[in-house]
């Protein structure tokens, strides 16, 4: 069965400083992965997403993941974080022909001023 | 187009009491889900659904029910609720195939306690 680990549970960070958080899944085959974004008091928002092709997908926001087969990883990045991008964020993966997707436990993330 | 939208945003109930939370969708969407967020748990799957008359179990369907007998609605029942049913439950859907990109889209969330 498929599963998702974000190793990262809290993290803070100064404004314009860079954020890099990991996500790594467990599958063999085919996998479609997703970013999502949840904003204090409201619901989860699509990021970004990797179905094929480029490895490296943008994202809103500035954000960027890149997908690494080898490593099982589609770790999320952004050169300048804001303030505003103060949020809890999901990695979540959709393996093979499976209909379900499943979500990691998430981070959150606070960006101080 | 409202999107995905759930019913009712609070609820309080009693331990033993019964109740539906309702979800639906005007995009036509063939796949429907429900998860419930816990803190340091992330969002675990209940129950989904690909279709009218079919549904399927999730990470942790134990103590829900769920019906798909329209393809706009897919209600999820709570036959007895327990203090552990205490949560924040999406409900979420999308189209399927490539056409789609498969996207999905949440509702914006019931949030439950049973005391």
């Known amino acids: 069965a498929q599963s998702v680990s974000q190793h990262n549970h809290h993290v803070i960070l100064s404004e314009a400083a860079s954020l890099e958080l990991g996500c790594n899944y467990s599958?063999?085959?085919?996998?479609?992965l997703f970013w999502y974004v949840q904003y204090p008091g409201q619901h989860l928002q699509l990021l970004l997403k990797?179905?094929?092709?480029?490895?490296l997908v943008k994202g809103i926001k500035g954000f960027e993941a890149e997908f690494i087969k080898s490593k099982f990883s589609f770790n999320l990045r952004k050169p300048s974080v804001q303030w505003s991008d103060t949020a809890e964020y999901f990695c979540a993966v959709k393996a093979g022909t499976a209909s379900k997707l499943t979500f990691g436990t998430g981070t959150r993330l606070q960006v101080t001023l | 187009n409202a999107g995905v939208t759930q019913t009712p945003k609070f609820q309080v109930l009693k331990t033993g009491q019964s109740m539906t939370l309702q979800c639906a969708q005007d995009?036509?969407?063939?796949?429907m889900s429900w998860y419930r967020q816990d803190p340091g748990m992330g969002l675990r799957l209940i129950h989904y659904s690909v279709g009218a008359g079919i549904t399927d179990q999730g990470e942790v369907p134990n103590g829900y029910n769920v019906s798909r007998s329209t393809t706009e609605d897919f209600p999820l029942r709570l036959l007895s609720a327990a203090p552990s049913q205490t949560s924040v439950y999406f409900c979420a859907s999308r189209g399927i195939g490539v056409a789609t990109n498969e996207k999905l889209l949440f509702g914006s969330g019931t949030q439950l306690s049973v005391l």
């Open positions: 995009m036509n969407h063939e796949y």
């Open positions: 990797y179905f094929s092709g480029d490895p």
């Open positions: 599958y063999g085959g085919t996998v479609n």
